[in-house]
C-alpha cells in the first residue's frame, strides 16, 4: 500500500506565498507520477502540476509562472512552491501518485485560504 500526507496549506494573504509538501510511503515504485490537484467546493478536482519519478513537470495555465513543482526522490517527498497567491487559489490541495498498471493513491488534502 502506499500512503500519502500532504502538509504546508494555510492562511496566506494575496501575493504571498505557500510551500506544500507531500510524503509518500509504501510501495510508491521507481516509475511514477506525482501530481498535485485542488478542488473547492461544488466543483471537480482539477490538476495543478503533474512531475514524473524522471523529472518532467507541467502546470495547468492558470499556475504557469507562479508555482513550481518540484520532488526528491530519496525523500520520497513532492513539494509544490505556490507564488503570487490570488483568490482563484484558495482550495483543498491533494497529492496523487500514479504508477504503469497500478491503482493510483490520493492524500487527504491541505486547505490552502488566501484572504484579500
Known amino acids: 500500500q502506499v500512503q500519502l500526507v500532504e502538509s504546508g496549506g494555510g492562511l496566506v494573504q494575496v501575493g504571498g506565498s505557500l510551500r506544500l509538501s507531500c510524503v509518500a510511503s509504501g510501495s510508491i515504485g521507481s516509475i511514477n507520477t506525482m501530481s498535485w490537484y485542488r478542488q473547492t467546493p461544488g466543483n471537480q478536482r482539477e490538476v495543478v502540476a503533474t512531475i514524473t519519478s524522471g523529472g518532467s513537470y507541467n502546470y495547468a495555465d492558470s499556475v504557469q509562472g507562479r508555482f513550481g513543482i518540484s520532488r526528491d526522490n530519496a525523500k520520497n517527498t513532492m513539494y509544490l512552491q505556490m507564488n503570487s497567491l490570488n483568490p482563484e487559489d484558495p482550495a483543498v490541495y491533494y497529492c496523487?501518485?500514479?504508477?504503469?498498471?497500478?491503482?493510483?493513491?490520493w492524500g487527504q488534502g491541505t486547505q490552502v485560504t488566501v484572504s484579500s
Open positions: 496523487r501518485l500514479s504508477r504503469p498498471m497500478r491503482n493510483d493513491f
